[in-house]
């Protein structure tokens, strides 16, 4: 017997030719990675601009020795920009969010401004996709709509000291009809 591969009745190069001598058990793997490849890279690319999980960018840069004594970080808190349009100033610090409460009608949009003066926090409300990091020296924003009435607690989960567990706040969205009819 030769060693030489057998040719297909149309003269198409067999099955030891096209696999190059790759065991197939092994083959079957290359496919499994080239698979799991594709299959997230559509997971990032879906939940990236689909979904609107992104990374938060810089959104400007601030000094963090002095930024509390400039605005709008002088006076945290919530404005509001036009009906139903509000944004949100939060100062992440050791260890306490300001403001602590944040209250809304139901339906609004908030920009959510968060820096820190001091060293790296978390900020993520619960039970929505808003999840920044929280950099001295940077502000870090989400865009959010809140389409729910209910409390939703915003927790730093990123570590930083002892009083870290007490680093906490809440997103109060309320309905405004009803609020007036009690
Ligand atoms: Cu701030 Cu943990």
């Not at 799991?36 to 601009?49: N, P």
């Not at 790296?120 to 999840?131: A, C, W």
Request: proline share 7%.
């Amino acid at each position: 017997m030769t060693a030489t591969p057998e040719r297909g009745d149309a003269g198409q190069p067999s099955e030891s030719e096209l696999s190059m001598g790759i065991d197939p058990y092994e083959r079957n793997w290359m496919r499994f990675s080239v698979a799991m490849l594709v299959l997230f890279f559509v997971t990032v690319s879906v939940s990236g601009f689909a979904l609107g999980f992104q990374v938060n960018g810089a959104e400007s840069e601030v000094d963090p020795r002095n930024v509390l004594e400039t605005e709008p970080w002088a006076s945290p808190g919530l404005r509001e920009i036009s009906p139903g349009q509000y944004e949100a100033y939060v100062v992440a610090q050791t260890w306490s969010f300001v403001p602590r409460e944040i209250e809304i009608p139901v339906g609004s949009t908030v920009d959510i401004y968060v820096t820190s003066p001091d060293l790296q926090h978390g900020f993520k409300i619960t039970d929505t996709n808003v999840n920044m990091m929280v950099v001295p020296g940077q502000v870090s924003k989400m865009t959010f709509t809140f389409d729910n009435v209910g409390e939703f607690p915003y927790i730093c989960h990123e570590y930083c000291g002892k009083g870290h567990a007490a680093m906490y706040g809440v997103v109060k969205v309320v309905n405004p009809t009803s609020e007036v009819s009690e």
